[in-house]
């Protein structure tokens, strides 16, 4: 079955700075690669997805870039806050088909110091 | 639109025990999955269900258990509780047309003692 490792498990970075997450998967027909972020105390939601069609998504300061060759793909976000700080999923699945079966990555924590 | 809801938040059991958690999804989501999360492993996958049927079973002992209902409401079970079951259990919706987006409720925090 599908495996997706996560790198690193815990980041700090100063606030304004750049943060990178990485992720690699294990099975190459995982198509459908979304983020989630959880704070302390909180539900985990959605905060970018890619599908494997595209190599690179941005929304604001968020973006995400998809190597599907090397299979992996990566979380950066641009000019952090401290809002920023949380727990960040990376996840895969094959989208449609017969799968429907997220398989997350064990996540980062992610402390944005002011 | 009403989110996620989970029932209960909280339960305390001791081993041995069984245990049932509830799920209710967003109005039209008719796929539920079922999530065990823990410090170390994360989020795992246990279950997904769609239209009552499930469709994909993670890697867990038979002891846990769900099923789906006509109006999409879920339930898990997990019966001769174990103290490694203590962990956060969430559930998440979504539509089949996105399935890859999920929504998911607060979860139910279960300790086992």
């Known amino acids: 079955g599908e495996n997706v490792e996560q790198h690193p498990s815990t980041l700090s970075v100063q606030e304004g700075d750049s943060a990178v997450i990485k992720c690699t998967y294990s099975?190459?027909?995982?198509?459908?690669f979304p983020w989630y972020k959880q704070e302390l105390g909180k539900r985990p939601q959605l905060i970018i997805d890619i599908r494997s069609n595209v190599g690179e998504k941005k929304d604001q300061r968020i973006a995400v870039t998809l190597n599907k060759t090397a299979k992996h793909f990566s979380l950066h976000i641009t000019e952090t806050q401290p809002e920023d700080s949380a727990v960040y999923f990376c996840a895969a699945s094959r989208s449609g088909g017969s799968n429907y079966k997220l398989t997350f990555g064990k996540g980062t924590l992610l402390t944005v110091n002011p | 639109k009403a989110g996620v809801t989970q029932t209960p938040r909280y339960l305390i059991k001791t081993r041995g025990q069984q245990v049932t958690l509830s799920c209710s999804p967003i109005s039209g989501h008719r796929s539920v999955s079922w999530y065990q999360q823990t410090p170390g492993q994360g989020l795992q996958f246990l279950f997904e269900?769609?239209?009552?049927?499930?469709?994909n079973k993670g890697n867990f002992p038979g002891r846990f258990s769900g099923r789906q209902f006509s109006n999409s409401r879920s339930e898990m079970n997990v019966s001769t509780l174990e103290l490694g079951d203590s962990a956060l259990y969430l559930c998440?919706?979504?539509?089949?047309?996105?399935?890859?987006?999920?929504?998911f409720g607060a979860g139910t925090r279960l300790s086992v003692l």
């Open positions: 269900y769609f239209s009552e049927t499930q469709r």
């Open positions: 998440a919706s979504s539509t089949d047309r996105e399935w890859g987006i999920q929504y």
């Open positions: 099975d190459s027909a995982s198509n459908y």
